[in-house]
């Protein structure tokens, strides 16, 4: 690639898979239930399907989205297609708990260049609200559900991704 030709970024977004009801336990702790590990390996053998397979992968600490990320991990390895050998870098970023847009934007933002596929796995509304921040028009206006994967697009460089940015160019809803 030269000087000036643009290279395509992509960042996928999904929502941590379906958790247990809150309890009187602190809720970063919440677990997956059993629905939500299935759908989130289904979530990952889509991606392999797709080719989405993460060069770098931005978790919220929060248990169930750390589970989300394994099962999704294992979903990638375990079809047909799986990665190619390298493990994606996994940052666990307690920054994406409870995050506003802005603030998940800016996580991205600090990913390596040479990273063409980042996955961001974290929680409402902050996710459903970045997507509608990067695609206003594509948005889903009711956001995203459990396990909804939405795949946004950049010519841009990570650290240069603004609002309305990165269209959206697919989206799935993973059901295991």
Same mark, same amino acid.
């Given at each position: 690639?030269?000087?000036?030709e643009a290279?395509?970024?992509?960042? @996928?977004?999904?929502?941590?898979?379906?958790?247990?009801?809150?309890?009187?336990?602190?809720?970063?702790?919440?677990?997956?239930?059993?629905?939500?590990h299935?759908?989130?390996?289904?979530?990952?053998?889509?991606?392999?399907?797709?080719?989405?397979?993460?060069? @770098?992968?931005?978790?919220?600490?929060?248990?169930?989205?750390?589970?989300?990320?394994?099962?999704?991990?294992?979903?990638?390895?375990?079809?047909?297609?799986?990665?190619?050998?390298?493990?994606?870098?996994?940052?666990?970023?307690?920054?994406?708990?409870?995050?506003?847009?802005?603030?998940?934007?800016?996580?991205?933002?600090?990913?390596?260049?040479?990273?063409?596929?980042?996955?961001? @796995?974290?929680?409402?509304?902050?996710?459903?609200?970045?997507?509608?921040?990067?695609?206003?028009?594509?948005a889903?206006?009711?956001?995203?559900?459990?396990?909804?994967?939405?795949?946004?697009?950049?010519?841009?460089?990570?650290?240069?991704?603004?609002p309305?940015?990165?269209?959206?160019?697919?989206?799935?809803?993973?059901?295991?």
């Amino acid at each position: 690639m030269t000087d000036g030709e643009a290279e395509t970024r992509t960042l @996928v977004l999904l929502r941590h898979a379906k958790a247990e009801q809150p309890t009187t336990g602190p809720d970063v702790e919440r677990r997956l239930t059993a629905r939500g590990h299935a759908d989130a390996a289904a979530a990952g053998a889509w991606l392999a399907r797709q080719g989405l397979l993460p060069d @770098v992968v931005i978790c919220s600490a929060a248990r169930r989205t750390r589970q989300t990320w394994h099962d999704v991990a294992l979903g990638m390895t375990g079809s047909e297609g799986g990665p190619a050998g390298t493990a994606p870098v996994v940052r666990y970023a307690a920054a994406a708990y409870e995050a506003h847009p802005d603030d998940l934007l800016n996580l991205v933002r600090t990913v390596e260049p040479e990273a063409g596929t980042v996955l961001l @796995v974290a929680h409402n509304p902050g996710v459903s609200l970045l997507s509608a921040l990067l695609d206003p028009d594509r948005a889903d206006r009711e956001g995203l559900r459990t396990s909804d994967l939405v795949v946004h697009r950049t010519g841009k460089p990570w650290t240069e991704l603004t609002p309305g940015g990165a269209p959206i160019v697919d989206r799935h809803t993973a059901r295991g």
